[in-house]
């Protein structure tokens, strides 16, 4: 809908009319596999460009969302998949070789590749509305618009507009709830669901509040060490700092506070000093909470979904396993949480989900927790919501996607069609400057010649993803699948140690 000024009632109005669209594509299009069916895959992170910059290789992580070429095995689906740069057709061709039962030439001429050409830290959406005869040549590829859909990693205003621009709908959160999911519309969210949070403060606007927060944290709870502070709208605990009360005296609290702020926060993005840190928070305001501590302390994660139709689903739990200078970012996660607390948190998390749908929230979200064991059982704290895809998102589309199984929230579990059970352990941060030697065909091969790959027979094996990081940073990302958690873990070992190998190695002349 060109002409129309993002952000007009115009837009919001046309939006809306789009998104009408979705319960009868939903119970139309998308519940039958063989309808014909369009869906525009734009994967870009749009997300803070100065944090996200902070990530090695955040430009490739367009790249997970190739996970959803899986969808071609659908036999009247066509693909348009979008990215900030083109993407090596070496790797296309692997994931389209991962089609079970479906020709790779089949599968190709059902996907429309479009590129920005544009490797700048602008989000790739916004790098799409600046570009008019790009977003034309992509509303061109889309064909008959009323059974397409646009799905993206997270729902901007940006994506409001684009999905106006081509005319299709968004299925994703509207952007106007975006602060249901920031860190203080989180911890408000789990009130009004009655669940166990951290003793906190949110609604913070500034450093100000920041230092009377922790103050106030501290005198709650004398004995405290450490206190969390979040940015409202950081991801994967890249906005994310750690303030320590060491030397803090029993009065004039705030006072100490406030002055050793700089002194004390630890930030956990990579190179994100204490006055950008600053600044950022009074941009967009953020939280405090008391940093959750005890001897085996986890950190499990929930995945629903909430449908056109205004069904809650349940998709996936996940073993969080985090690293950073405290332990708060997002490195590599196991599929699915451990028995001994998965039916406990996605109860609480499906509490959220109510409160979530009765909000008007739409598409997928993630609820974080920390758990504590306690007496032989756990205490579960709900951190925070990702009203968006997540680090756990591709990976648990590529089981599903490669076995055709489901989750059963029953045995929070994943089966197979056959009724076998599948777990996966996963990252995207393998990482070695050997690495750097070898292009993303040179992986390829290793994989073929080394048995690295998924049989569709036992359905177990590794997938890669994020490859067009290899050559560059020295860095990729596996999916390692199995008959459970622990052959799954050893399977990933095992697939570092050859890589680790072949890249130290050169090949014989």
Request: net charge neutral; glycine share 10%.
């Amino acid at each position: 809908m060109k002409g129309v000024a993002p952000g007009s009632p115009e837009e919001l109005a046309a939006f809306a009319a789009l998104q009408s669209r979705l319960p009868a594509l939903f119970r139309d299009v998308f519940a039958d596999p063989n309808e014909p069916r369009t869906i525009v895959i734009v994967p870009g992170l749009s997300m803070d460009v100065e944090v996200l910059a902070k990530v090695v290789g955040g430009l490739h992580y367009e790249e997970r969302q190739l996970a959803m070429l899986m969808l071609l095995r659908l036999p009247n689906t066509r693909l348009v998949f979008v990215s900030s740069t083109p993407i090596e057709p070496a790797i296309i061709d692997y994931y389209l070789g991962l089609l079970p039962g479906v020709s790779r030439e089949d599968a190709r001429r059902r996907l429309v590749l479009f590129s920005a050409s544009d490797a700048s830290p602008q989000t790739l959406t916004q790098k799409i509305l600046e570009r008019p005869r790009l977003l034309a040549r992509i509303r061109a590829a889309i064909g008959d618009r009323s059974i397409a859909h646009l799905t993206v990693f997270n729902s901007t205003a940006c994506e409001r507009t684009l999905a106006v621009r081509l005319g299709i709908p968004l299925y994703g959160c509207d952007p106007a709830l975006l602060e249901i999911g920031g860190k203080s519309g989180s911890r408000q969210a789990f009130r009004e669901a009655g669940i166990p949070l951290a003793d906190g403060a949110e609604d913070l606007r500034d450093t100000q509040d920041l230092a009377a927060a922790l103050a106030d944290l501290k005198g709650r709870n004398p004995r405290l060490g450490r206190a969390v502070v979040k940015l409202n709208h950081g991801f994967s605990g890249e906005g994310n700092a750690v303030f320590s009360y060491a030397g803090c005296p029993e009065d004039d609290q705030q006072r100490w506070v406030a002055a050793h702020l700089p002194l004390n926060l630890t930030i956990e993005a990579r190179d994100l000093r204490w006055e950008r840190f600053a600044a950022k928070f009074a941009e967009s305001g953020g939280i405090v909470e008391a940093w959750l501590s005890g001897d085996g302390v986890r950190s499990p994660s929930v995945q629903l979904r909430i449908t056109p139709v205004g069904e809650l689903e349940m998709i996936s739990t996940h073993d969080q396993i985090l690293g950073g200078p405290s332990g708060q970012i997002f490195q590599a996660c196991t599929f699915p949480a451990d028995p001994a607390y998965a039916l406990e948190i996605q109860r609480l998390a499906l509490r959220v989900g109510d409160v979530l749908k009765r909000r008007g929230v739409l598409g997928r979200f993630g609820v974080d927790f920390v758990s504590v064991p306690r007496d032989g059982g756990w205490q579960h704290f709900a951190i925070e919501i990702n009203l968006r895809k997540g680090g756990t998102t591709h990976t648990y589309q590529m089981l599903q996607f490669l076995t055709g199984g489901r989750y059963d929230p029953d045995r929070a579990g994943f089966v197979t069609p056959a009724g076998e059970v599948r777990c996966y352990y996963a990252t995207d941060n393998v990482v070695s400057p050997a690495y750097r030697r070898l292009t993303p065909q040179d992986l390829f091969e290793i994989a073929g010649q080394r048995g690295l790959r998924f049989d569709g027979e036992s359905q177990t094996g590794v997938v890669f993803m994020l490859v067009g990081a290899l050559s560059e940073f020295g860095k990729l990302g596996v999916v390692s699948i199995d008959v459970d958690r622990d052959a799954a873990r050893r399977r990933f070992r095992g697939t570092v140690a050859v890589l680790d190998e072949e890249a130290a190695t050169p090949p014989a002349a």
